[in-house]
């Protein structure tokens, strides 16, 4: 991973002591370098070999290239340094480190890379396995020097603005004062089906259980008390369901549904659309298009559909789905399911928002968005008192019943720390 472990972070506090001992500046941690340093200590546990020609022949000038560090103008220059110690018992892993540190500075040519004044830049792989029939803890440190800027990892989590949400929809009376130009229309008192014109209607209707169509122009339906069927058609329309149980299909267009009371459902079809469930246990279906679904009170489903969806659950346990497209998801208040679905998806965490669930985590394609009042600003605090590993994923437990759980058997910690970001 690019960002350093709480362990190897350590180890680079020992080396800096070391050169500050002799007055030398401390190396700050390049990301390239860690990069190319985790992935030898991993290769050498993996083929059992303890070397610098790493996986190919590869040599390490090479490896730290390929990593992406800046080898640029005529002083630029590369160090490694290998070590790995036996681990016994439990426990942390910091006597281990020191061990390591150790050892290496005892080592003249190892203590060399360390003190040396042409070096600016440091990056370190510590893994735990097995080498030879035996657990240690192996360590690679890659040193750099550059004209270049390379990337660095300054052991904080980078703070971001959160999505931003355009809510402003249009008034009823600044419709009737630039949209309106078809029919107003009513409940039929027998039941018939209500049909707009080709122009924008105004249908105000009543408590009975209608089925209305907006047919061409621009709607404003209103379905009153009972469980109402509005279709919007084509056209910009705006469908509330007021209370009942309701079904609102915007159609064609850029269409606002409103459920309001009463355990509703709401599709938006074409279109980039805005879905309020309001109060009630609703069903949200963005279709195709950006579209915008806010839950509200209650325990809610909710599909984004195709395109670049927000999806909100509000307060409730709710259940979203981002389907294709590159999403945004927020739980809300309750303990809450998740589904990113394909695309890049981002995930957004606030405080008091309960117990969530991310059942299709992609590691290093999907972000998490987290409350800063809920993390600490540092990757070692992170690493060392949120995030736990489970057999079926991982775990951020943040306390007082916050918690974000992602699921995937085999997901580490280091997989999603480059995914993390404080808002």
Known sequence: MSLATADERYFVSLVNETRADLGLAPLRIARA????????????????????????????????????????????GTAENLAYVGVSGGGDLRDEVRQLHSNLVDSPSHYENIVSPRMDYIGIGLEVGNFQGHTVLMATQNFGRTTGQPALDSGMLPLVSPPALDLDVQTRAEWLAEEF?????????????????????????GTGHDLARGGDGNDWMAGGAGHDTLYGGAGHDRLIGGAGFDLLVGGDGNDTLDGHRGNDRLVGGNGHDLLRGGAGNDALNGGAGHDTLLGGPGHDRMTGGAGFDYLNGG???????????????????????????????????????????????????DRLLIDEALMPGSVAGLLDNVIRETDTGL??????????????RGLTAEDIIDDIFLI
């Open 33 to 76: 370098l860690n990069d190319s340093a985790d992935a030898h200590t991993r290769w050498m546990l993996e083929a059992d070999v303890f070397a610098h020609a790493g996986a190919g022949g590869s040599s390490a000038s090479g490896r730290i290239a390929e990593a992406g560090f800046p080898m640029e103008g005529h002083s630029w």
């Open 181 to 205: 130009d078809g029919a107003l229309r009513g409940s039929w008192a027998d039941g018939r089906t209500i049909l707009g014109t080709t122009g924008a209607d105004d249908m105000r209707l």
């Open 315 to 365: 307060a409730g346990f709710d259940t979203l789905r981002g389907g294709a497209g590159n999403d945004t998801l927020i739980g809300g208040v309750g303990n809450d399911l998740l589904v990113g679905g394909s695309g890049r998806d981002t995930f957004v965490f606030r405080d008091g928002h309960g117990a969530d669930r991310i059942a299709d985590y992609q590691p290093g394609i």
């Open 395 to 408: 775990v951020l437990e943040f306390g007082d019943g916050d918690r974000i759980t992602l699921d995937g």
